[in-house]
């Protein structure tokens, strides 16, 4: 069994910075990319960001140079960092990731429970 496990939420003002931070756990053989996604209140879960398990990353356009997507291997988490926030990225951030585990060693893409992200203005 995997689990993704978000943390680094929370309420903060216009122009200020929060770090996300997503560990997975389990029977995991490989993470492939990991990414976040977002969904605000009566809208679509949308892209955010990715990183491959070479460190190549993608952004949505909205958030290009002032989030920044990184991960940690050894301790199999990725990180969203988030500076210089704006009202319209409040939303529930989720995690999720591509990962190679269990005893018969399948593909499937995993999902975080979401950590809320205020932003006021």
């Known amino acids: 069994q995997v689990q993704l496990v978000e943390s680094g939420g929370g309420l903060v003002q216009a122009g200020g910075s929060l770090r996300l931070s997503c560990a997975a756990s389990?029977?995991?053989?490989?993470?492939?990319?990991m990414a976040w996604s977002r969904q605000a209140p009566g809208k679509q879960r949308d892209f955010v960001a990715i990183?491959?398990?070479?460190?190549?990353?993608n952004y949505v356009d909205s958030v290009k140079g002032r989030f920044t997507i990184s991960r940690d291997n050894a301790k199999n988490t990725v990180y969203l960092q988030m500076n210089n926030l704006k009202p319209e990225d409040t939303a529930v951030y989720y995690c999720y990731a591509t990962i190679v585990a269990g005893v018969a060693v399948t593909t499937q893409t995993y999902w975080g429970q979401g950590t809320q992200v205020t932003v006021s203005s």
């Open positions: 990183i491959t398990s070479v460190g190549t990353t």
């Open positions: 389990g029977s995991i053989f490989r993470i492939n990319a």
